[in-house]
């Protein structure tokens, strides 16, 4: 049968500390799912896995930096060791770059971008595999952008790492999908959380500019990005392989 029921599995989700993260972890658990939690933030982390146990579930706290790779493999040991085992996982964490050309962006930003957006999805999917090979099979998602499928002005790093998401999750897809680990993209447009609060400056005319790139009038909510990750990983997105699900409001379409 069909299904959305994820009673007694496991979830790895890294940047759950806000927006999307939070959303996703709480769609997960709400779903039946027991969930790892990781952020570099400990107070937000503290706050989701607070929200957790009124689902049901059990929730487990990890703060780590993914662009660590001790830290990333330490974080998914530790859940197989408190879980027993990891069936899904959404690869979430990232950071924003503040609008900027691309012959003013200093090396240092570029290396935290790459760092953070792209090495530390490797380093996920590094470790995550071989815990899903144990479990008999599982689904990934990582989280890229609408600037993951086309070019914006003042956002070449961003996009950059956010393109190579996509390229690593295609191909790491077909690597693994003959044994049961299915592997995928979603890429948000606009969506209500922090990050955006800070890109659009936290004024209503940053706020305005941001949504009038929406075609359908505001900002997208963390929840259905979730729910977006949710499907991708159930038994109603069972065929989807390799895919970078495009979730923006249509905001990509009047770029393109």
Request: glycine share 12%.
């Amino acid at each position: 049968m069909i299904t959305t029921d994820f009673t007694d599995k496991v979830a790895f989700i890294t940047g759950a500390g806000v927006g999307i993260g939070r959303a996703t972890a709480l769609a997960f658990a709400e779903a039946g799912a027991d969930v790892a939690l990781v952020s570099i933030d400990e107070d937000d982390l503290n706050e989701t896995a607070r929200l957790v146990p009124d689902t049901g579930r059990r929730a487990h706290p990890i703060v780590a930096d993914v662009s660590d790779a001790s830290a990333v493999q330490a974080a998914v040991s530790s859940t197989a060791d408190e879980f027993g085992r990891i069936d899904f996982a959404v690869n979430n964490a990232g950071i924003e770059q503040p609008p900027t050309p691309l012959d003013e962006t200093g090396q240092d930003d570029w290396n935290r971008l790459i760092a953070v957006n792209l090495t530390g999805v490797f380093l996920a999917m590094k470790h995550e595999i071989p815990a899903m090979r144990e479990s008999g099979g599982g689904a990934i998602v990582n989280l890229s952008s609408g600037a993951g499928v086309v070019g914006i002005s003042g956002q070449a790093a961003y996009a950059a790492t956010k393109h190579g998401v996509i390229g690593m999750t295609k191909s790491a897809a077909l690597e693994v999908a003959a044994e049961g680990i299915r592997i995928n993209a979603i890429c948000p447009g606009i969506i209500e959380t922090p990050m955006m609060g800070r890109f659009s400056g936290g004024t209503p005319e940053g706020r305005a500019r941001v949504i009038a790139q929406e075609p359908v009038g505001r900002m997208g909510r963390p929840e259905e990005i979730a729910s977006a990750a949710l499907w991708l990983c159930s038994d109603l997105g069972g065929f989807a392989v390799s895919h970078a699900l495009v979730v923006d409001g249509g905001q990509t379409v009047g770029i393109s």
